[in-house]
């Protein structure tokens, strides 16, 4: 059964066009020719005149014919990482990360990564470059395999091309470059100490608002819903240095976590 029903949903929230979305992106700052990563909640928009397609053509027109939009396109399903690898099929397995992802990735010109837990899609003339040898990248663990947040993982390429990443009516709880970060985080401490960290398991929310306080992020909406706007980069950068300098309000609702002994016996100081 439905969470919400559209007749509700038409009956009681704001009617939003494609126009509309475009015109409120373009106020938080989204321009022609950038590439942009979107985490995305339709339901939050209101009722979106057109659906999920309205929602995908409103990014395509701000970013214009020289931008590229890139989506995640994750499999999970409530299964764990070795069904989740079992089961993939990079033309089939349907993403299950919000509905204008899944129609994102079913449209003609639109590309995915090959990674059966942490896939993204892309469309635009980037889209190529972001999506290609997710397959072939390896050598940074993380709990999904060394693949998924590597150097060829359209995660840190995304961070390489100077994309923006937007929460399109979601917050930084499903922020999947926190993902990236950890596993990047991770693989430093093992060049630095030959001795890998434990994984920094932090809170997504606490390390967002710590974020905000320190890096520009833009904060409108999208019809109805509360957007976010900011430099990939920027997140990455904070991240790794919150935890390599002060990660302890991050893990203050995990008391003994492993990362917080490992950082607390001095392991992190030449990271
Ligand atoms: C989980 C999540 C996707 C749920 O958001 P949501 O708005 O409820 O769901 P979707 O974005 O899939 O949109 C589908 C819903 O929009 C509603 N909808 C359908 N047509 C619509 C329209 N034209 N206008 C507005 N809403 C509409 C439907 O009620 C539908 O719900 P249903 O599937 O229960 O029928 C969202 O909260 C979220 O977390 N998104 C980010 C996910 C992510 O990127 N994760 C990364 C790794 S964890």
């Given at each position: 059964m439905s969470k919400h029903s559209l007749e509700q949903i038409a009956r009681e929230r704001r009617h939003v066009t494609q126009a509309d979305m475009a015109k409120d992106l373009a106020a938080l700052g989204l321009q022609t020719g950038d590439v942009v990563m979107v985490h995305s909640?339709?339901?939050?928009?209101?009722?979106?005149?057109?659906?999920?397609d309205a929602v995908i053509d409103a990014l395509l027109e701000v970013v214009g014919d020289t931008g590229s939009v890139i989506m995640p396109s994750l499999v999970r399903g409530g299964l764990s990482v070795e069904e989740r690898f079992r089961i993939w099929?990079?033309?089939?397995?349907?993403?299950?990360?919000g509905r204008i992802t899944e129609v994102f990735r079913q449209r003609r010109e639109s590309l995915r990564s090959w990674h059966p837990t942490h896939a993204a899609s892309a469309i635009g003339p980037l889209a190529h470059e972001l999506t290609k040898d997710h397959q072939h990248a390896s050598g940074r663990p993380s709990p999904w395999g060394d693949a998924a947040f590597a150097a060829d993982s359209p995660w840190e390429k995304m961070c390489g091309l100077g994309a923006k990443y937007t929460f399109l009516g979601t917050?930084?709880?499903?922020?999947t470059l926190f993902h990236y970060i950890q596993a990047l985080f991770a693989e430093r401490s093992t060049t630095e100490f030959a001795r890998t960290a434990p994984w920094?398991?932090?809170?997504f929310t606490e390390m967002g608002a710590a974020f905000e306080k320190r890096y520009p992020v833009t904060v409108g909406h999208v019809g109805e819903a509360e957007t976010r706007l900011f430099m990939a980069c920027d997140l990455r950068d904070f991240g790794l240095s919150a935890l390599r300098d002060n990660p302890v309000p991050f893990f203050r609702k995990r008391p003994g976590d492993e990362f917080m002994i490992w950082h607390a016996e001095g392991r992190h100081r030449k990271l």
């Open positions: 909640s339709m339901s939050s928009i209101g009722y979106v005149v057109g659906g999920a099929d990079i033309e089939k397995s349907p993403s299950d990360v917050n930084y709880r499903t922020c920094p398991n932090f809170d």
